[in-house]
């Protein structure tokens, strides 16, 4: 197999073209407003609630019934636990929703489906992480 090259790219008006486009772009972003635009970006997520929607309905009758959010919290903290799995996961549809909101991006294009392809890896290899997945599906 030999590779064929288009060398009509390689004449001098090209690349001076090339170079002249080079020397039109704008400044590069300082990463002081990147990192700002990236903290401005990030949601507080809550494992717990997402992993266990009952724990809404169950703080609701907590309150209701005049418990304090400490008391609440060590209720809630002794029933339910967030496996490895359920992390996991949680965030692969976190960062899918995210994804999704802005659909015309690449960069989020490819993100979901990358989460989308670790996503079924991890189901064919860990029978937790399909148990859960499996569960999540039925809500």
């Not at 266990?52 to 907590?62: G, S």
């Not at 418990?67 to 496996?83: M, P, W």
Request: proline share 5%; hydrophobic share 45%.
């Amino acid at each position: 197999m030999k590779p064929t090259f288009d060398t009509s790219l390689l004449d001098a008006g090209t690349v001076v073209r090339h170079l002249q486009n080079l020397k039109e772009q704008p400044e590069p972003i300082p990463h002081g407003e990147i990192l700002s635009a990236l903290i401005e970006q990030l949601v507080e997520v809550n494992f717990l609630v997402l992993a266990y929607p009952e724990i809404d309905q169950l703080i609701k009758t907590f309150t209701a019934e005049g418990l304090t959010a400490e008391q609440i919290a060590v209720i809630i903290s002794g029933k339910f636990k967030v496996t490895k799995a359920q992390y996991l996961i949680i965030t692969i549809e976190q960062i899918q929703v995210t994804a999704e909101k802005k659909p015309g991006d690449c960069a989020r294009t490819m993100i979901s489906f990358i989460c989308i392809m670790v996503i079924f890896g991890l189901l064919l290899i860990k029978t937790p992480f399909r148990n859960f997945w499996v569960k999540r599906q039925r809500r």
